[in-house]
C-alpha cells in the first residue's frame, strides 16, 4: 500500500529557503496550505481508485418501496441523488487534485494553474446547490418535528404537504446539478450517432458567473478576484505565458536572454507560482473540505429520515 500523497518536496524547500522574496500574504497561504493538504490527501487523494455506487433507473416511489421494502420510498430516492451528487464531486476532485499534485512536482505550472481552476470551479458550483439543499432540507426537518406535535390530524396533513413539496424541491436542485449541462444532448446525439434519445430538450446549466459571487457573499472570502488572477494564468494572456518561462537574464544592451519551457526545480518559477496562486489554491482546498464535512452530514440526515427517523436540524 503506498504512503500519503505529500505536497512537492522541492516546492517547499524553495519557499522555505526564499521568504524574503514572497508576498508576505502569499507566504500565509502556502504556509496553510501545506497544514490542511494531508486532510485533503485523507479525503480525497488517497480514497480508493474506484468506487461502486447504486443509481436508480427508476424515480417511481411505489417501485422504490416495493423493491427495497424502504419505509420513506421519498427519503431513499433523495438520498442515493444525494449519494450521487458527493460521490461524483469527490471523484472529480481526486483526479484533478492528483494531477494538480503531479504537475506541481513537474514544474508544469502552466497546467498547474489549469488544473487549479478546475478544481475551484468543481468546488464552487457544487457548494452553489449544496447549500440550497441544505437550506431546504434544514426548513423540511423543521416541518417534521411541528408536524410530530401537532394533535390536528388536518393542520398535521398540512404541514406535511409543505414538507413533501420542500423534498422535491431538494431533488429538483440534486437532479438539476447531477445533469446540469452546456450543451444539448439530445441533440448532439441524434447529430452525431443519428440516435434518438428520450433527455430533455431543455438544457440545464449553472454558470460560474452566477455561483462565485453567490459563495462570495456568504462566505465573506474574496473568490471573484481569485477567480480573475487563475483564468488570467490559464486564457491565452500574458500570465499564462509568465507560467512557461524558464530565466530572463540580459543579453546584450537590446536584447535580453529568455529560456522558455521546463521549469523541474525552477526555484524562480516556484516562487512566482507561489505567490500569485496560492491563495486561489487555499480557498479551493478549504472549501472542498468543508463542503466534504456538510455533505456527509446531510447524507447523515437522509439516512435516517429512510430509516423512519427523524434527526435534529441540520446546521
Known amino acids: 500500500m503506498s504512503g500519503p500523497n505529500i505536497f512537492p518536496i522541492w516546492i517547499v524547500d524553495a519557499v522555505n529557503k526564499n ?21 485533503f490527501d485523507q479525503f480525497f487523494l488517497s480514497i480508493p481508485a474506484t468506487s461502486d455506487l447504486g443509481v436508480l433507473k427508476s424515480y417511481d416511489a411505489s417501485i422504490i418501496q ?54 475551484f470551479e468543481v468546488v464552487c458550483v457544487n457548494y452553489y446547490t449544496f447549500r440550497r439543499v441544505e437550506q431546504k432540507l434544514k426548513q423540511c426537518l423543521e416541518y417534521l418535528h411541528t408536524a410530530a406535535k ?58 460560474i458567473g452566477t455561483v462565485i459571487p453567490d459563495l462570495e457573499k456568504v462566505s465573506g472570502l474574496p473568490l471573484s478576484r481569485a477567480y480573475e488572477m487563475l483564468s488570467e494564468f490559464v486564457h491565452p ?25 521546463d521549469n523541474k526545480d525552477n526555484v524562480e518559477a516556484a516562487l512566482f507560482y507561489t505567490d500569485h496562486v496560492a491563495e486561489s489554491m ?3 482546498l478549504t472549501l472542498a473540505l468543508t463542503l466534504f464535512d456538510r455533505e456527509q452530514k446531510l447524507i447523515s ?3 435516517c429520515l429512510v430509516s423512519g427517523k427523524i434527526p435534529k436540524v441540520v446546521h
Open 301 to 303: 440526515a437522509l439516512a
Open 66 to 119: 416495493k423493491n427495497y421494502e424502504a419505509a420513506s420510498p421519498q427519503e431513499f430516492i433523495l438520498l442515493s441523488t444525494c449519494e450521487l451528487f458527493h460521490f461524483q464531486s469527490i471523484y472529480q476532485l481526486r483526479e484533478l487534485g492528483l494531477s494538480l499534485l503531479s504537475s506541481l512536482t513537474n514544474g508544469q505550472f502552466y497546467v498547474s494553474a489549469i488544473l487549479n481552476r478546475a478544481m
Open 237 to 261: 494572456n500574458a500570465g499564462s505565458k509568465m507560467l512557461i518561462v524558464n530565466t530572463k537574464r540580459p543579453h546584450d544592451v537590446v536584447m535580453d536572454r529568455l529560456v522558455i519551457g
Open 282 to 284: 487555499f480557498y479551493t
Open 150 to 207: 401537532t394533535r390536528s390530524p388536518t393542520e398535521r396533513k398540512n404541514i406535511l404537504k409543505k414538507y413533501y413539496q420542500g423534498t422535491y424541491e431538494i431533488f429538483s436542485s440534486l437532479s438539476n446539478a447531477n445533469s446540469a449541462s452546456s450543451i444539448n444532448w439530445k441533440r448532439y446525439y441524434s447529430e452525431k450517432y443519428n440516435v434518438i434519445t428520450s433527455a430533455n430538450d431543455e438544457v440545464k446549466k449553472i454558470h
Open 19 to 39: 521568504q524574503s522574496q514572497l508576498n508576505s500574504k502569499s507566504k500565509e497561504f502556502f504556509e496553510n496550505i501545506i497544514d490542511i493538504f494531508p486532510h
